[in-house]
């Protein structure tokens, strides 16, 4: 088992791509932080999964786009669990609109959630390890649309566009903790984030002229890139996008992922 005595907080792992990396993280030896909104009980399936895997665990909840809250989520998660190792800032949303009727209401909530959950939740995460002189790891989950554009996804794109630099400066000024800072951008992969794109036959028929690889994603497959990224195997990567995509990003033109 490649995580045996770390512990691993996964923002918004109660379901999707999240609860897949949770998952995978505990079958690799990993203690595991479940953490989501309030009162969200897919939370506590996720973190019965875990326990059956032989993990220790619990759930942490606050609202991503709140800076309070991404602050208090970590302390409650060091309070619980004694200590953090690994950080994968998962938790997102994303919203459809032309650019010219987006809401300041929508931009707000996808650039808080997706980059300033991320921002602080790292912050408070490279705090506890600085205090307590440990190294760790920071893995963010960003997007083929950190590089890709995406039409009537702009604050999505942004907020994405946006963790790549915030990835690669924090690379730099964390490496001296021993803290390395990767991203891993998945193309389309089939959870409740996307389901307008894969869930009927024509969606999915032209989802697939987009993947060379010629399959949907499943959250799984970002689960494995997560546990390489948490892993010894890689403790030479730092400041990298691990794209993992089926070949999505090879298309210059328009790709219409999540
Ligand atoms: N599914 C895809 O094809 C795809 C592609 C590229 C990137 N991603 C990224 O992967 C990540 C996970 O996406 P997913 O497909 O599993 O989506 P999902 O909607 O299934 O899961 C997202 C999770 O984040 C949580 N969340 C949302 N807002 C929150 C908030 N304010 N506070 C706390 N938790 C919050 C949700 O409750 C949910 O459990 C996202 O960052 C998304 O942008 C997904």
Same mark, same amino acid.
């Given at each position: 088992?490649?995580?045996?005595?770390?512990?691993?907080?996964?923002?918004?792992?109660?379901?999707?791509?999240?609860?897949?990396?949770?998952?995978?993280?505990?079958?690799?030896?990993?203690? @595991?932080?479940? /953490?989501?909104?309030? /009162?969200?009980?897919?939370?506590?399936?996720?973190?019965?999964?875990?326990?059956?895997?032989?993990?220790?665990?619990?759930?942490?909840?606050?609202?991503?786009? $709140?800076?309070?809250?991404?602050?208090?989520?970590?302390?409650?998660?060091?309070?619980?669990?004694?200590?953090?190792?690994?950080?994968?800032? #998962?938790?997102?949303?994303?919203?459809?609109?032309?650019?010219?009727?987006?809401?300041?209401? /929508?931009?707000?909530?996808?650039? =808080?959630? =997706?980059?300033?959950?991320?921002?602080? $939740?790292?912050?408070?995460?490279?705090?506890?390890?600085?205090?307590?002189?440990? &190294?760790?790891?920071?893995?963010? @989950?960003?997007?083929?649309?950190?590089?890709?554009?995406?039409?009537?996804?702009?604050?999505?794109?942004?907020?994405?566009?946006?963790?790549?630099? %915030?990835?690669? #400066?924090?690379?730099?000024? %964390?490496?001296?903790?021993?803290?390395?800072?990767? #991203?891993?951008? &998945?193309?389309?992969?089939? $959870?409740?984030? =996307?389901? &307008?794109?894969?869930?009927? &036959?024509?969606?999915?028929?032209? %989802?697939?002229?987009?993947?060379?690889?010629?399959?949907?994603?499943?959250? @799984?497959?970002?689960?494995?890139?997560?546990?390489?990224?948490?892993?010894?195997?890689?403790?030479?990567? #730092?400041?990298?996008?691990?794209?993992? /995509?089926?070949?999505?990003?090879?298309?210059?033109?328009?790709?219409?992922?999540?």
């Amino acid at each position: 088992m490649k995580l045996e005595g770390k512990v691993a907080l996964i923002t918004g792992s109660a379901q999707g791509i999240g609860r897949a990396i949770a998952l995978r993280l505990a079958r690799e030896g990993a203690d @595991i932080v479940v /953490d989501d909104r309030a /009162d969200d009980s897919r939370a506590e399936s996720t973190l019965a999964e875990v326990q059956a895997l032989g993990r220790r665990g619990c759930v942490v909840s606050g609202d991503l786009g $709140t800076v309070a809250d991404d602050r208090r989520v970590v302390a409650d998660a060091v309070a619980k669990m004694g200590r953090l190792d690994i950080l994968v800032n #998962n938790g997102g949303v994303e919203k459809n609109a032309s650019f010219l009727e987006v809401t300041e209401q /929508d931009y707000e909530l996808v650039l =808080n959630v =997706n980059l300033r959950g991320a921002f602080f $939740t790292s912050q408070a995460f490279a705090q506890h390890l600085q205090q307590t002189r440990r &190294p760790g790891r920071i893995i963010n @989950i960003s997007s083929v649309h950190e590089e890709l554009p995406f039409p009537h996804f702009s604050p999505y794109c942004a907020s994405k566009g946006g963790l790549k630099m %915030l990835m690669r #400066n924090l690379a730099i000024e %964390l490496a001296p903790l021993g803290i390395t800072v990767n #991203n891993v951008a &998945p193309g389309a992969i089939a $959870t409740p984030i =996307n389901r &307008p794109a894969w869930e009927t &036959p024509e969606a999915l028929e032209s %989802l697939l002229k987009l993947i060379p690889y010629k399959r949907v994603g499943q959250a @799984i497959d970002i689960g494995k890139a997560a546990v390489w990224l948490a892993s010894d195997d890689s403790d030479y990567v #730092n400041g990298q996008t691990l794209f993992v /995509d089926g070949g999505m990003t090879l298309f210059p033109e328009f790709a219409d992922g999540g």
